[in-house]
């Protein structure tokens, strides 16, 4: 199923009510694409609020919802929402500042289908109205942060806790979305685990897909219950682990899971150095430094059971050493288009995929770091390009890779946020210290 096509069980009507657009990662709007023209150009509005943003979600027509947490700066850990005037990025209504728990880590926020909004950050849940006022929180059961959260088709919540050291576990919980009450025990992970789950449906039901250290790994969900299938554990990362590190977030497409390996860096090592995660702020310019030696790859894997379980097909992107990332690849559906990049080394690049294979597209430099966009019904994609002490969008052609506009944001920090989408033919952009708003004039 592609997520764009309609509304998502679970999740609010709307063209964008979760990151990357729904549980499938799919970050594909159901809102139109840019589609700029000849004499439009983009344009953008930036917002300083010394936080570090983390994505925006859309609610009703004309609802704008941020969520932030602490900059790496402060001594306080706490979360807020606010809901922001969707044109000029002010501040109609906020939540107080959330708990956090001590740990300092991007969480998120999705629209529920019963209208309320859930966010996560650090090791608690909080259940906020329209106004952004708490309704209902929980601590979560492990002390440690938790990254972000996905709704099921009857409601209920699925969250997991975020490790880099091997020694500890990442677990599996599911909450009820009434009371935030925990349903069932906790349901560990065979490894630990760093990027954000995901949902597909098949014709065995739901299917949570998480990526291990080294394996990705698939839970059936039923009735609050989450059973690992013992079929489908493909090994991804299958060299020495100073020649090749994790994978963060995966994207599921219809047959498809794609991913990238070498996700971890000095950022990631900083952070995550103490029990209370984000106690210890990396050296500026450290995040883009990749600790694996290999070149960044782009990871296909089929999501159907074989008897040799999972066929993964592996392509060495740019063949530059020391690749490495903070988001999944992309893959437009309409084009059979996948985009993969290495933030490491500043390139993206597109790869239409076939049964016989990849084919190169294009290829070029790009310090992309977020989450992008894609526009399957205009063909072009959205992405960040840190240049020149300022993060700049940059809107490019899918097939060709030939850039269709650009504009420069006022933010002077670059990281791994989420691009979000907007109501009509805009984009919205979350860093460490700035929002933005990207639209065509």
């Not at 349901?187 to 098949?202: C, K, L, N, Q």
């Amino acid at each position: 199923m592609i997520d764009r096509e309609g509304r998502i069980p679970g999740y609010y009507d709307s063209p964008w009510p979760a990151e990357c657009g729904g549980p499938r990662r799919q970050k594909a709007p159901r809102s139109a694409g840019i589609g700029l023209r000849q004499g439009e150009r983009l344009a953008q509005v930036t917002r300083h609020n010394g936080e570090w943003n983390v994505m925006m979600v859309l609610r009703a027509p004309g609802e704008l919802y941020l969520l932030y947490n602490n900059h790496l700066d402060s001594a306080e850990r706490y979360a807020a929402v606010e809901r922001l005037d969707p044109l000029t990025l002010e501040t109609i209504s906020a939540s107080p500042r959330l708990p956090a728990g001590g740990h300092t880590w991007c969480g998120g926020i999705v629209v529920h289908e019963n209208g309320y909004l859930y966010a996560n950050n650090g090791n608690r849940c909080f259940k906020l109205d329209r106004d952004c006022q708490v309704v209902a929180q929980a601590v979560l059961p492990q002390d440690a942060a938790y990254n972000s959260l996905l709704v099921m088709h009857d409601g209920m919540l699925v969250m997991k806790n975020i490790e880099r050291d091997a020694s500890r576990a990442s677990k599996f919980v599911v909450l009820e979305a009434e009371r935030l009450e925990q349903v069932g025990p906790e349901i560990a992970i065979p490894e630990v685990s760093m990027g954000r789950i995901a949902m597909g449906t098949d014709a065995g039901g739901q299917r949570v897909y998480v990526p291990g250290s080294h394996h990705f790994y698939r839970y059936r969900y039923e009735s609050g219950t989450l059973a690992l299938d013992e079929g489908w554990q493909p090994l991804y990362r299958t060299l020495p682990d100073d020649a090749q590190s994790f994978s963060w977030d995966s994207c599921i497409t219809p047959g498809a899971c794609w991913c990238q390996d070498n996700g971890d860096n000095e950022a990631n090592v900083a952070i995550f150095s103490t029990p209370q995660v984000g106690a210890v702020r990396p050296r500026r310019g450290a995040a883009f430094h990749g600790l694996a030696s290999s070149p960044q790859k782009l990871i296909r894997i089929d999501t159907a059971n074989t008897a040799d379980g999972a066929r993964m097909e592996v392509l060495d992107m740019f063949g530059l050493p020391r690749g490495s990332i903070f988001s999944p690849p992309g893959f437009d559906p309409v084009r059979q288009v996948a985009i993969g990049f290495d933030t490491g080394n500043g390139w993206i690049g597109g790869w239409r995929h076939t049964a016989g294979g990849f084919e190169k597209l294009w290829a070029k430099p790009c310090r992309i770091s977020m989450q992008m966009i894609l526009f399957p019904d205009t063909g072009e994609v959205m992405v960040n390009d840190f240049q020149r002490g300022r993060d700049e969008l940059v809107l490019l052609d899918v097939e060709t890779g030939a850039e269709i506009g650009r504009v420069a944001t006022q933010s002077t920090t670059a990281n791994g946020m989420f691009l979000s989408a907007g109501w009509h033919r805009d984009v919205m952009y979350c860093s460490i210290g700035s929002i933005a708003r990207i639209f065509v004039e």
